[in-house]
């Protein structure tokens, strides 16, 4: 008996140094974050959750205990909607999948999801099994952006400005990722943040021809964005509201600047992009895009690296599409989307019958 207690008691002390270091490691405390909204979320290393929350102008990273490494399975929940809104006592017009991340280590499927009196809730599914992720005592830290849209700021349509200063987020070479608005005169802003948090958020500001509109802009925010190395250099792959796609090369994201991006695709107006994400087939890497009013799109990076060119001329006809050629799937009505593994992405899809299935992409649509 006393050796069984010095094992138990051996191992509550490893677990509690693991977690001392854990938040040492990444300036966590522990505590109750004050999410206000999701408005994206991604991961970083060791199950690191990324939140971005306009309504507070705010990236929270949280430690979810979810770092054990797993193989990705195919994952098929139909009337996902329903049974979320169920295990929060009401319907599904009452609730809103904000958005949808896959932690790439363990494989667990993360949604953001808003109740109709703005109470945001972070559910997680693995297998069939959906609980409410708990965001009390937690580690966690914070950094507040500066610059953002003030709480009243109105664009000439009347629509909240704040609500897009965050219009996604992504990690990549140890930093966290955010586009979205500010309150600057050049509106379009993309924010480099290193991680650990710390004063640092360099900040850089965008601008792009927008075909559709026959114009340069630089009102707008990005939609939804990744990054790739395209000919050997590191690339922000973006895409705006009536679906220019951009890039922007990385090193040249640099604080205080003005960068203007190269138009490769107009992918057509009257249409919003929702997710990006680039999946392998052999020596072959894609660039998928879930869209508002549009299919899913297939884009060959090869197919991008070849084109040299930048579309400075308007596209004439409506809802016509120039530069890059690019496949369309026969996938429609994707409201979110994430990759799963190399080959694979989770897809929360409405479908034809109404219902809002969350299921795992094959193969077969490389």
Not at 217 to 239: D, R
């Amino acid at each position: 008996m006393y050796f069984l207690l010095a094992v138990i008691c051996a191992g509550i002390a490893l677990l509690a140094t693991t977690n001392r270091f854990a938040e040492s490691k990444y300036g966590f405390v522990i505590g109750t974050p004050e999410i206000k909204s999701i408005s994206a979320l991604t991961f970083g290393p060791e199950g690191i959750l990324f939140i971005g929350d306009s309504k507070s102008g705010v990236v929270f990273a949280m430690d979810t205990k979810d770092a054990a490494a797993t193989q990705a399975t195919a994952i098929e929940i139909k009337n996902i909607d329903q049974k979320m809104a169920a295990l929060l006592g009401t319907t599904p017009e009452n609730i809103t999948i904000q958005d949808v991340a896959v932690n790439p280590v363990s494989k667990t499927v993360y949604c953001a999801v808003q109740s109709s009196d703005g109470t945001p809730v972070l559910f997680k599914i693995a297998g069939e099994k959906i609980e409410a992720v708990n965001t009390k005592n937690v580690p966690f830290s914070s950094l507040t952006l500066n610059n953002v849209p003030a709480e009243d700021a109105k664009d000439r349509r009347g629509t909240s400005v704040r609500v897009s200063a965050i219009s996604d987020i992504g990690f990549a070479d140890g930093k966290v990722l955010v586009s979205g608005l500010s309150g600057q005169e050049f509106n379009s802003t993309f924010r480099s943040i290193p991680f650990p948090f710390s004063d640092k958020q360099d900040q850089a500001t965008l601008e792009i021809y927008h075909a559709a509109h026959g114009k340069y802009e630089t009102l707008a925010p990005i939609k939804t964005f990744t990054t790739a190395e395209i000919g050997g250099k590191k690339y922000l792959v973006a895409s705006y509201t009536c679906t220019p796609l951009v890039l922007f090369p990385m090193d040249e994201l640099k604080p205080g600047k003005h960068v203007k991006g190269r138009t490769v695709a107009e992918m057509g107006s009257g249409n919003q992009p929702i997710d990006i994400v680039t999946v392998k087939k052999g020596n072959d890497s894609f660039l998928m895009m879930a869209n508002s009013a549009r299919p899913v799109f297939k884009v060959k990076y090869k197919s991008i690296e070849a084109y040299q060119g930048s579309l400075t001329t308007p596209v004439e006809e409506s809802f016509a599409t120039a530069g890059v050629d690019f496949v369309s799937l026969p996938v429609t009505n994707v409201i979110q989307m994430d990759k799963l593994d190399d080959s694979r992405m989770i897809l929360l899809q409405r479908r034809s019958n109404g219902n809002l299935d969350l299921w795992t992409s094959s193969e077969r649509y490389l």
